[in-house]
């Protein structure tokens, strides 16, 4: 393997994995994709490709918690030892009432939303924590910091798994490794959570349902992990609780 840092996007869909993607590798990074669907992967793979940056697809479900060591053993046997880790599940999680919720739903929403990243940062921390540099951020929803009235189910698995990087995040600083959050309250244009939304005839004029821009997200991950000053960030920037 040469000096090429490899970023791994652990839920590569084709909004803000897909961003995320070009931003690294216009920079020179080798990027890993994980999703599902092995046919899109390697389309995303040929796209990427197209545009001169050294993509690999490793077919992967993030539901199955444990299969995630291995599949990350595997990045790193292919691409290199991974130095940025980003995780952004996709799709398009149900949201409903908190009077509505029970734990059969809450237990699928935790099982991908917070056992998969906690999973992801047990196999890639060790490697990152040696060489004293890497990074890892949690891309999830708004709900996460502020609870919204109709809109639960995600929000609590979210919250969850913010409570654990951000604890995260103070262990490991100091050793040159940063974990952080990026807490995303509009739906994200080109993604598959807007395209289901359509398709099921949400209303997308909701003003709780404003959309944005995935380089914006990316260019946010891309910085917080480089200057490290903030942990955790809000976009729209405008939906920053008061």
Do not use: C
């Not at 292919?78 to 237990?107: E, N, Q, W, Y």
């Amino acid at each position: 393997m040469t000096d090429q840092k490899t970023i791994a996007i652990f839920g590569a869909g084709t909004g803000l994995g897909a961003s995320v993607a070009r931003r690294y590798g216009k920079a020179g990074f080798r990027v890993a994709l994980v999703a599902r669907n092995a046919q899109s992967l390697d389309q995303r793979v040929s796209e990427l490709s197209a545009q001169g940056i050294d993509a690999t697809a490793f077919p992967g479900d993030l539901d199955e918690i444990d299969a995630i060591a291995a599949l990350v053993e595997k990045i790193e046997g292919k691409s290199g030892p991974i130095h940025t880790a980003v995780f952004a599940p996709v799709g398009s999680f149900r949201m409903l009432p908190a009077v509505d919720l029970t734990t059969a739903l809450l237990k699928e929403l935790v099982n991908i939303l917070t056992l998969a990243p906690i999973e992801v940062v047990r196999a890639v921390l060790p490697g990152m924590l040696a060489r004293g540099n890497g990074a890892i951020i949690v891309a999830d929803g708004l709900s996460a910091v502020t609870p919204m009235p109709g809109l639960s189910g995600p929000g609590p698995a979210f919250a969850a798994t913010r409570n654990y990087i951000l604890g995260l995040h103070e262990e490991i600083k100091a050793r040159g490794v940063f974990a952080g959050m990026l807490h995303i309250g509009a739906m994200i244009d080109n993604s598959t959570g807007l395209r289901v939304a359509a398709a099921s005839g949400m209303p997308l004029d909701d003003p709780r349902l404003t959309t944005i821009d995935p380089d914006v997200l990316a260019e946010e991950i891309w910085s917080m992990a480089a200057d490290r000053s903030r942990v955790e960030s809000i976009l729209p920037a405008s939906r920053y609780p008061h």
